[in-house]
């Protein structure tokens, strides 16, 4: 299968830097690279592309902005937005997963996680750049004032063993591996989870994990 890719950034030479490492993938394409914040809604709209990649200071709409649109709560198909920028703030980064991005990206993390930060996106997976998953974890584990709901229909023993390795940041074969379940499976576990809990994504799986208090039973 291949991967397309939708990047937008207001510098042409991001941009450009980006589509190569991409393009020298034999399974992604850039369908398209653009600007603005405005176009970028309306060419992801029309493309439908796999991925896309938002900087967070636009012209027009801001990458958070852009989230919210494509990925957000109340969107009824929501695209998968990994945001990619400059600025390590840690208010960029809530809003954008709370806006539903499926990762948060710095763009001096390298082509490696570039490239893995989109692929894991389409396997449902959720990147964050190292140095903010650990201060997000921190976050997240700090005592909630507001009771944190609970699924009416109760997660199973082994879905709540999925969702802690998922909150500790374990990829789909990773979890896989810890706990000797194939990725299919894995992947069934998750999508459970996520319909019980209504998440929108595994972040916000890992958010109620730290919040709930499900991680001090680890």
């Known amino acids: ?26 399974d992604i394409e850039v369908v398209a690279d653009v600007p603005d914040g405005v176009t ?10 796999d991925v896309c ?47 539903g991005a499926s990762g948060f990206l710095l763009k001096d993390a390298g082509p490696t996680l570039l490239v893995e930060a989109v692929r894991a996106a389409v396997r449902g997976d959720a990147l964050v750049s190292p140095q903010i998953t650990v201060r997000l974890l921190r976050h997240f584990a700090k005592p909630d004032p507001n009771p944190v709901p609970q699924p009416t229909d109760p997660l199973t023993e082994r879905e709540l063993e999925v969702v802690r390795a998922a909150a500790r940041g374990l990829t789909n074969t990773e979890i896989g591996a810890e706990l000797f379940l194939s990725l299919s499976t894995v992947k069934t576990h998750l999508a459970s ?13 890992a958010a109620w994990a730290w919040r709930s208090g ?5």
């Open 193 to 205: 989870v996520q319909a019980k809990l209504g998440a929108r994504n595994r972040v916000e799986i």
């Open 53 to 99: 990649l938002v900087d967070v200071r636009m012209p027009g709409l801001d990458g958070l902005e852009v989230t919210r649109r494509l990925a957000g709560p109340g969107v009824a198909d929501p695209l998968k937005v990994v945001v990619v920028t400059t600025f390590d703030l840690d208010d960029y980064v809530h809003t954008a997963l709370t806006n």
């Open 40 to 49: 970028a809604v309306q060419r992801a709209r029309e493309l439908r592309p």
């Open 1 to 26: 299968m291949t991967i397309r890719v939708l990047i937008a950034d207001d510098q042409e030479m991001v941009r450009v830097g980006f589509r190569m490492i991409l393009e020298s993938q034999p």
């Open 214 to 218: 499900l991680m001090d039973q680890a």
